[in-house]
């Protein structure tokens, strides 16, 4: 019988067996490669797996015939749609990108990423693995890290993302890779540590990847509505159809890849009820997080703001799952502090754009605040660095954004 979503399924005991399940092929795959006894050739692998926007039966040939085989398999196993992704609400959930995405990627680092390091557990993976930590002050390794999701996030949202081929395809199958080695280095540490299953489930598992689906589905969503964009229910629709097919080629069970909207949320919710709590874990990643933002925008005028936007944007979710987000990674705002950014902002930018109300305030910021920290990005990665945040022409146009 074909495995649907149900919301009434989704209870605690459910989410307790999700966090003891990942993703079978592409752990699958890691297990050959090492037990065949190609350990040694893994950052070799790793690097013709970044080298390369496409994969074919010659792709890893010089790796020899074996592990040529075992990854062959691999990508050829995981390139196809599900049968019911829609073409059509694929195009429209594009579209919104295309118009949005500036607000998209503002809300994915104030409202995404912060959610995801709510959940304590989900974070310790993230913070044992130090791709997320800057280290004695440089920005680098926590840049790539995040560079990498925003990427992610573009590459699958661009027009044919996701079709046959497309970049957004291609650019799952090589996380769930990456995944999967994370996982396997984390319960194969060589330095005494280990990881403890029973405390945190397995690392990256399937409770965790629906909570960060959610993140960039009706997270974003939900972002779009408190800045005011009005999308009609159709658009709504085709988002969430969209990232419910990147969910499944991410080899997410489909019992947690919802439908609709409403859905979607209230599966965040109770992953939330079920995650969320106080962790230092969160709160480094999240201060890191805070840094990048600051990092990638010129002049400290908006480096109180990220914080408060945090503040802002989770808390229609801490209303919803009953947890001060905020508070759990370390954001939590004193009273009167928004007045105060409110206060400065307008002095600074009143020759830009008008007074700002309080209660408009977060629409009314967000729009230089996303063009600003974008362009930072792009001229961050686009100047000398070893990785470059690639943007289509097209969609550079549609949001009027330039390396300059």
């Known amino acids: 019988m074909k ?18 399940q990942t993703d079978p092929i592409a752990d699958n795959t890691i297990a050959k490669v090492i037990d065949s006894g190609f350990e040694q050739q893994i950052n070799e692998i790793f690097m013709t797996i970044v080298q390369n926007h496409s994969f074919d039966r010659e792709t890893f040939s010089s790796l020899g ?7 062959f398999e691999y990508f050829e196993s995981t390139c196809d749609l599900p049968e019911w992704a829609d073409t059509d609400l694929i195009l429209k959930g594009e579209g919104v990108f295309a118009t949005y995405g500036p607000e998209v990627f503002m809300l994915l680092n104030v409202s995404s990423l912060p959610l995801c390091y709510t959940c304590a557990k989900g974070a310790q993976v993230l913070y044992d693995t130090g791709r997320l930590l800057t280290h004695k002050g440089d920005v680098d390794p926590l840049a790539r890290r995040l560079m990498e999701t925003a990427q992610m996030v573009l590459n699958v949202m661009s027009p044919g993302g996701l079709a046959l081929g497309g970049q957004g395809i291609v650019t799952t199958q090589k996380v769930r890779l990456i995944h999967a080695s994370i996982r396997y280095y984390l319960k194969n540490r060589r330095d005494g540590q280990s990881w403890n299953v029973q405390t945190f489930g397995e690392p990256i598992n399937q409770e965790d990847l629906a909570g960060t689906l ?4 009706p997270v974003i969503l939900s972002g779009l509505k408190q800045l005011k964009v009005e999308l009609t229910p159709e658009q709504i629709h085709a988002y969430m159809h969209s990232w419910k097919v990147v969910g499944y080629l991410m080899g997410i069970n489909e019992k947690l890849l919802p439908d609709t909207f409403d ?24 201060s890191s997080c805070i840094q990048f933002v600051n990092d990638m925008i010129p002049g400290d005028a908006f480096d109180e703001l990220s914080g408060y936007l945090m503040h802002t944007f989770l808390q229609e979710y801490s209303d919803a799952c009953g947890v001060d987000l905020a508070k759990c990674i370390g954001v939590d705002h004193e009273v009167g502090a928004a007045d105060h950014l409110v206060l400065k902002l307008t002095k600074l930018l009143a020759g830009t754009i008008s007074f700002f109300e309080r209660d408009n305030f977060v629409n009314e ?13 792009i001229k961050f990665y686009n100047s000398g660095q070893r990785t470059h945040f690639l943007i289509p022409p097209s969609l ?8 300059n």
């Open 3 to 20: 495995e649907t979503f149900d919301i009434s399924k989704i209870t605690s005991p459910f989410l307790d067996q999700c966090r003891l």
């Open 65 to 71: 015939s074996e592990l040529n085989n075992i990854l």
């Open 214 to 217: 959610m993140s960039f589905a």
């Open 263 to 286: 859905e979607g949320f209230e599966l965040a919710t109770k992953i939330l009820k079920h995650q969320a709590a106080p962790s230092e874990a969160g709160k480094a990643l999240t």
């Open 365 to 377: 910021i967000s729009k230089p605040f996303n063009k600003v920290l974008l362009e930072g990005i």
């Open 396 to 403: 550079k146009k549609n949001w009027g954004v330039s390396e």
